[in-house]
């Protein structure tokens, strides 16, 4: 099946530190990809989505200068979060879906991210 | 995309089947069901969907109902390593454009495979 691979699985840093996470389809090309943040005990939340080599929609609430993503292949997208504060520790993760109309997404293993 | 709704929590005996049921009453016709799980500090598995007949694959089947208003996904013979979060999402599909909706996610089912 269709696989999403993302790195680091974890990261523990300190406060003001930007930290990138790496997202990659490895079997297939991702013209969709999607950013999501899952605090403990919550459900999932959509931060954006991305298509290649266009600018991501963001989510209303979710600050763009905050959360960089780069989508420039079909293949990989990055996330960065800029001066990352305690409050900005969360699992984040990737899901990635093909140009093919009614295909599902897939998704990483998510990062856990800490911040002290 | 329409809202579902799921029971908060099921418990299922191992090597039962596990009914989960999903009220989708809002759906449009160009809406799918899908259906994902999440086993802890794991990200979302791709289990199946559909959209108006039922479907079967090698982890589940789907049951959607006529009017399309709700569907239940059945494990046939629930194992332990079956115990996750279980969402039930319909989306948006544009089948001649590039018009997608968004998987939305709810607080979905917790289900408890005991033995």
């Known amino acids: 099946g269709a696989v999403v691979s993302q790195h680091p699985s974890r990261v523990i840093c300190k406060s003001g530190t930007s930290v990138k996470i790496e997202c990659r389809s490895l079997?297939?090309?991702?013209?969709?990809m999607f950013w999501y943040r899952q605090f403990p005990k919550q459900s999932l939340m959509l931060m954006a989505t991305s298509n290649e080599g266009s600018k991501a929609t963001y989510e209303q609430g979710v600050e763009k200068d905050k959360f960089l993503i780069n989508h420039a292949s079909l293949t990989l997208s990055t996330l960065t979060v800029t001066s990352a504060h305690p409050e900005d520790s969360s699992f984040y993760i990737c899901?990635?879906?093909?140009?093919?109309?009614?295909?599902?997404?897939?998704f990483g293993d998510g990062t856990r991210l800490s911040i002290l | 995309d329409a809202k579902t709704t799921q029971p908060p929590s099921m418990d299922c005996a191992e090597g039962r089947a596990a009914n989960l049921p999903c009220n989708h009453s809002t759906i449009s016709g160009n809406e799918y069901v899908y259906w994902y799980r999440q086993i802890h500090s794991q990200g979302p598995q791709y289990i199946i969907h559909?959209?108006?007949n039922n479907e079967t694959n090698e982890m589940a089947s789907l049951i959607i109902t006529e009017d399309r208003k709700s569907s239940t996904l059945i494990l046939p013979h629930a194992t332990l390593r079956d115990t996750a979060v279980y969402y039930c999402i319909v989306r948006l599909f544009n089948a001649g454009g590039t018009s997608y909706g968004k998987l939305t996610f709810g607080q979905g089912t917790i289900l408890t495979v005991h033995p």
């Open positions: 559909g959209l108006k």
């Open positions: 079997d297939f090309q991702a013209t969709t």
């Open positions: 899901s990635a879906r093909s140009g093919q109309s009614n295909q599902p997404q897939h």
